[in-house]
Nanobody, 124 residues
C-alpha cells in the first residue's frame, strides 16, 4: 500500500503547478482520493477530494475555482492542478486514500492511507 506524490516546487504568485499522486492498484480501484496540505505551524487542512468514479468532487472554499482534482483509474493516479497560486497556498501537500466508501469530505481521520508529502512554495 503506497501513495507517492510528485510535482511540488517553487512558483511565483499567480503561477501554476500540477501535483500527481501514484497509488498501488489494490487501494486505488476502490478508493476515494483526497489532497490535504499543512503549512508550518498550522494543522493539516483539506484541499480537495474525488470519488473513485470521478463523478463527484469536493473542494475547500479557499481553493474553489483555482484548483482542480482529477484521476486516471487506468494509470492509478490522481492529480491536483493548481492555478492562480497565492503565497498562502505554501504548504506540504499530501495525497490520501479513503477505502470502503465514496467519502470525499474534509475529515483527515477518514483517510487511512497517506503519502509522504510534496512541498509547494509560492513566492510573492
Amino acid at each position: 500500500v503506497q501513495l507517492v506524490e510528485s510535482g511540488g516546487g517553487l512558483v511565483q504568485a499567480g503561477g501554476s503547478l500540477r501535483l500527481s499522486c501514484a497509488a498501488s492498484g489494490r487501494i486505488f480501484s476502490s478508493s476515494a482520493m483526497g489532497w490535504f496540505r499543512q503549512a508550518p505551524g498550522k494543522e493539516r487542512e483539506f484541499v480537495a477530494a474525488i470519488r473513485w468514479s470521478g463523478s463527484r468532487t469536493h473542494y475547500a472554499d479557499s481553493v474553489k475555482g483555482r484548483f482542480t482534482i482529477s484521476r486516471d483509474n487506468a494509470k492509478n493516479t490522481v492529480a491536483l492542478q493548481m492555478n492562480s497560486l497565492k503565497p498562502e497556498d505554501t504548504a506540504v501537500y499530501y495525497c490520501a486514500a479513503h477505502l470502503g466508501s465514496d467519502y470525499i469530505g474534509p475529515l483527515s481521520s477518514e483517510y487511512g492511507y497517506w503519502g509522504q508529502g510534496t512541498q509547494v512554495t509560492v513566492s510573492s
